[in-house]
């Protein structure tokens, strides 16, 4: 099989050939590199096929492949995609980016969750296959077990997401920031106060002179942003909107589970975590709940509900990096009958980008 990838060299694209790599899927296809920018120059690496890149717009080179995986974002999918299918492409389309993804065409991907559903549709022809939203697909992880079982009435996510989900820029931006934050402390006399170091510090951030601030637009460094992406509807946000239609395109079943939350943007570099209010559809105990997030799948790792694990294992700090999903705080709610509550922390670069990518790839080599 002939590979080709596009937007190997950003972010999900780097963590994406890196994982590859250490899982050595280029033993079983023949990877191309393509590029929207640099076509004609050398390849870097030595494991691709071709010397020098090749162009990212160039339809038949593309047409060549038997397989796309793109990390290029939604704007060189609608300049490309359709073209390449209507000049007759039959090839197998991968794609991260969120364009396709309520698309009739094609399959939501988080193959833990939804494998027989996306080896069916292989069977079935289907082409084109899209990885999750982060949040949907790192919460969809933690809960699998939970939603394996049916057990799941509703769910309210709380959103903590992590810089990387805005993108490179938008996390050097946040590093900038903290930069700036700690400079303008240093900055202080050593005599003076904390209060005194932080009024200073505000009055920096309320500056967009004085504080970084072109990708985000408002400090996230030292403060936090409660709305991620466009408007969707009055009051709701693009993001927002995603978790409900994606969790139920991935897990294909005639009842839809409700979820519905706020998701929020804070100073982390690249785990997503989220506090989840789950509505189960039975009375069960939290050993109950707990032993059956266990049975999920092999990245779950459970952290006992006490301050000392909680505090060393379900942070973005102790997960960053890794596919571990960290799944902990779990407690029966005492608001209402059957509520609980769970917080989880994952890398969203890996089970939120990268990593279904990669396996949906593997299934296809498998199942075709
Ligand atoms: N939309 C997500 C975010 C990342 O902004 O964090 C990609 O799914």
Redesign the pocket.
Known sequence: MKLGLVGWRGMVGSVLVERMLAEKDFDHCTPFLFTTSQAGQASPYEWAANDTLLDAYDFNALMEMDALIVTQGSDYTQKVYEDLYQKGWQGYWIDAA?HLRMDNRSEIVLDPINANLIKDAILSGTKTFVG????VSLMLMAIDGLVRRDLVEWIIPMTY??A???GAKSMAELINQMGSIYQTKTQASPSENILAIEKQITHNMQSEERFPQSEFGVPLGGSLIPW??SVKAPGLSK?EW?AEVETNKILGREASIGVDGL?V?VGTLRC?SQALTLKLKEDLSVSEVEEYLKEGNEWVRYVENSPEASKKYLTPASISGGLDIAVGRLRKLSVAPNMYSIFTVGD?LLW??AEPLRRVLRLVLSEK
């Open positions: 969120s999750g939203n982060c949040t997401q992590a990387s989900g805005a991620i992406d993001e995603k998701c943007r997503h969203q939120g980008a």
